[in-house]
């Protein structure tokens, strides 16, 4: 019964990607112009298409706080990462804002999937490269984006946490907002990872919450101040989460 589920609302799933070739040509054609700000509105309008026909598909129950904290201009959203349905439920609760992914590069292979994160602007990031000048080429190329203009949202703890328990950021995501200095926007997600990873099969009708935090600016920051902004940004995630996000000693 799990599979027929999976296999079910996984086509589902897809189908409504492929509902939005309609949106290729009008991308293609504002990123052949340098028109950033027709490409954004494009983008925006291409996730709220997407994440509609995926909430309906998941019969997602969003409680989602904060949206007075989106900033106007390109920011970095930092979030936990608990499931798959992470990116609908972010995208919710971005809608009208576009934003880019950072994703792991397994990703890029993604059928319909992998190519649509590459034309909202998201970039692969290499999980199994020795060389750390291949993450290095992906942050820059993200704060070449941020500079003109585009958001980008990024998971730093580099996994599905699978719970309400969360790992510790990693601190190499946090230099796409320092060096093109622009506003950190922490989110809390929970609740996400009952809709697939809690049972291993796609479950309908679940409710998850999140939480928009209100953003940090990075610019002028002090080294000490840098070195400070993964702790100060995990622990703004965490305070959303039951126990903190640790493990319940009890």
Not at 34 to 39: G, L, Q, R, V
Not at 85 to 98: R, S, V
Not at 169 to 181: V, W
Not at 187 to 206: K, L, P, S
Request: glycine share 8%; hydrophobic share 40%; with cysteine.
């Amino acid at each position: 019964m799990k599979l027929r589920g999976n296999v079910v609302n996984g086509v589902r799933l897809l189908s409504s990607v492929v509902k939005l070739n309609r949106f290729i040509a009008p991308l293609k054609d504002a990123r052949d112009r340098d028109d950033y700000e027709k490409e954004r509105e494009l983008i925006a309008e291409v996730s709220a298409a997407w994440i509609n026909d995926a909430i309906d598909i998941f019969d997602m129950k969003l409680d989602i706080k904060g949206r007075e904290n989106i900033p106007e201009g390109p920011c970095v959203f930092i979030a936990n990462h608990q499931g798959y349905a992470d990116i609908p439920a972010l995208l919710k609760a971005l809608e009208g804002h576009a934003t880019g992914f950072i994703a792991k590069d397994g990703f890029v292979k993604t059928p319909f999937l992998g190519p649509w994160i590459v034309r909202v602007r998201g970039l692969f990031i290499p999980t199994d490269s020795r060389d750390p000048r291949e993450s290095l080429k992906i942050i820059n190329e993200g704060v070449e984006l941020i500079e003109k203009g585009f958001s980008l949202t990024i998971f730093p703890e580099g996994k599905r946490s699978w719970s309400s328990v969360m790992d510790p950021l990693k601190p190499g995501s946090f230099k796409l907002a320092t060096k093109a200095e622009v506003p950190i926007v922490p989110i809390t997600i929970d609740g996400t990872y009952r809709m697939f990873e809690d049972n291993g099969c796609i479950t309908r009708g679940q409710s998850a919450s999140i939480t928009i935090h209100e953003p940090i600016e990075t610019k002028g920051l002090s080294r000490h101040e840098q070195a400070e902004l993964v702790s100060r940004v995990e622990e703004i995630i965490r305070s959303a989460l039951p126990n903190r996000g640790f493990e319940d000693e009890e």
